[in-house]
């Protein structure tokens, strides 16, 4: 069976250094998708006002995989590109990272920043907890009450994360890997003779 898992982080991770007068702090957080990056970011800008530059980068398994790195106003790659990089090479998605500098006074030249956010990047991943994770889906079950316990016993022997609200009719929230989804969706349909609608 092939490997579907991919790298991220199950809690976030904080690294401080200072090289020559600067400091640099950096910060790696798991994120769901783009917005989710966004926030993460726009919330330690806010946290470092002060701050010289914040530099970003971050790689989301959203619908294209997106990357992006900035390098907020330092030389052109110095920045945000290898703080990438380390994300990348790490093979982790569904992670943001920015790195706060506060300058010193004294310049590092594109070397020594190159090398100051790589550090701060690594080390915040690795104050962090990777985790491998399988890509999941969610899909919506509605079945009348005659067909909510069958619905039921199939998702919890498939041992799949379900929520079932009983309203007029009973909706199952489902969360399956999205290896097995379809397979989920098919014990269902026979489980219920078709009568269960699937959105």
Same mark, same amino acid.
């Given at each position: 069976?092939?490997d579907?898992?991919?790298?991220?982080?199950?809690? /976030?991770?904080r +690294?401080?250094?200072?090289? $020559?007068?600067?400091e640099?702090v950096?910060?790696a957080e798991?994120?769901? &998708? #783009? %917005?989710?990056?966004?926030?993460?970011?726009?919330?330690v800008?806010?946290d470092?006002?002060?701050?010289?530059?914040?530099?970003v980068?971050y790689?989301?398994?959203?619908?294209?995989f997106?990357?992006?790195?900035?390098?907020? /106003?330092?030389? +052109?790659?110095?920045?945000? $590109?290898?703080?990438?990089s380390?994300?990348?090479?790490?093979?982790?998605? &569904? #992670? %943001?990272?920015?790195?706060?500098?506060?300058y010193?006074g004294?310049?590092?030249?594109?070397g020594?920043?190159?090398q100051?956010?790589?550090?701060?990047?690594?080390d915040?991943?690795?104050a962090?907890?990777?985790?491998?994770r399988?890509p999941h889906?969610?899909f919506?079950?509605?079945?009348?009450?005659?067909?909510?316990?069958?619905?039921?016993?199939?998702?919890e022997?498939e041992g799949?994360a379900?929520?079932a609200?009983?309203?007029?009719?009973v909706?199952?929230?489902i969360r399956?890997?999205?290896?097995?989804?379809?397979?989920?969706?098919d014990r269902?349909?026979?489980?219920t003779?078709g009568?269960?609608?699937?959105d």
């Amino acid at each position: 069976m092939p490997d579907d898992t991919y790298r991220t982080l199950e809690t /976030g991770g904080r +690294s401080r250094f200072t090289v $020559q007068g600067s400091e640099f702090v950096g910060h790696a957080e798991p994120v769901d &998708d #783009v %917005a989710g990056a966004e926030t993460f970011i726009e919330g330690v800008e806010a946290d470092h006002p002060d701050a010289t530059h914040n530099a970003v980068a971050y790689r989301v398994r959203a619908d294209p995989f997106r990357e992006y790195a900035d390098d907020d /106003g330092e030389p +052109s790659g110095s920045a945000g $590109q290898p703080v990438l990089s380390v994300l990348s090479g790490r093979e982790l998605e &569904d #992670v %943001a990272v920015v790195v706060t500098r506060y300058y010193g006074g004294t310049e590092l030249g594109v070397g020594g920043l190159v090398q100051a956010y790589s550090t701060a990047a690594t080390d915040a991943l690795a104050a962090a907890e990777i985790v491998r994770r399988r890509p999941h889906e969610t899909f919506v079950v509605t079945v009348a009450y005659d067909d909510s316990g069958t619905v039921r016993s199939v998702l919890e022997s498939e041992g799949v994360a379900f929520e079932a609200a009983y309203e007029a009719e009973v909706t199952f929230e489902i969360r399956a890997p999205v290896a097995g989804a379809e397979a989920v969706r098919d014990r269902l349909r026979s489980a219920t003779g078709g009568r269960a609608t699937i959105d």
